[in-house]
């Protein structure tokens, strides 16, 4: 099944160090999307990628990083961890191209991060 | 104002009953009104999905949207066990999601 993937699903780091999350997707989709998600917040978008030469911010990018090394690679990064980067990250993809075809986001199974 | 406000308390119901879940939006510009659903430690996937005012059917899943209010509503019929979830509306315009926080949802056998 064509699918989203997540690595690591688990990861406790310590306060200063840098850290990769890395996101697979074998849906042949266009956009790539990397959320955050905390108790009382939601899910907050980070970056998002249209295609592997184009990169945007979302509303929290700030101590954050991305990468599309391929059409169904990204990875996000966090130069320095802070505690309060702890909380569950989502990648997500979906088409592109007209009639709102990226309202159907396909979510990854998350990974749960703590930074001590 | 935050784009999309969803009221994230809690909700449980016993089952069978109906479940109602709401959200308002602040910016007109959004086009398309969606609920994803989320089970406990997975990620999101998409309930339902709309662009218009009016009402959609799914099953025993109806999503209501009010564009001249500014207010979306999901309705869940015969309510299962296995609707237990948390549910997150969510708007779309210019090429991107805003979501709300999210609603618990326990459907008590």
């Known amino acids: 099944d064509a699918d989203v993937t997540q690595t690591p699903r688990n990861r406790i780091t310590k306060t200063g160090k840098r850290i990769m999350l890395e996101c697979s997707q074998t849906k042949g989709h266009d956009r790539m999307y990397w959320y955050r998600q905390d108790p009382g917040l939601g899910l907050r978008l980070i970056y998002y990628s249209f295609d592997v030469k184009d990169i945007n911010k979302g509303e929290i990018s700030d101590g954050y990083s991305v990468s599309r090394q391929a059409q169904a690679k990204f990875s996000l990064s966090l130069e320095s961890a802070i505690p309060n980067q702890t909380a569950l990250y989502f990648c997500?993809?979906?088409?592109?191209?007209?009639?709102?075809?990226?309202?159907?986001?396909?979510f990854g199974p998350g990974t749960r991060l703590t930074v001590l | 104002q935050k784009e999309v406000e969803q009221d994230p308390g809690p909700l449980s119901v016993p089952e069978g009953a109906i479940v109602s879940l709401n959200c308002t939006y602040s910016n007109s510009a959004f086009q398309y009104f969606m609920w994803y659903r989320q089970y406990s430690r997975k990620g999101p996937e998409l309930l339902m999905y709309?662009?218009?005012?009016g009402n959609k059917e799914d099953g025993r899943f109806t999503a209501q949207v009010d564009k001249s209010s500014k207010y979306i509503s999901l309705f869940i019929r015969d309510s299962q066990p296995s609707d237990s979830a948390t549910y997150l509306c969510?708007?779309?315009?210019?090429?991107?999601?805003?979501f709300g926080k999210g609603n618990q949802v326990v459907v008590i056998p």
């Open positions: 997500a993809t979906s088409l592109s191209g007209e009639g709102g075809h990226y309202n159907e986001q396909f």
């Open positions: 709309t662009y218009s005012s």
């Open positions: 969510a708007i779309g315009g210019n090429n991107r999601l805003a």
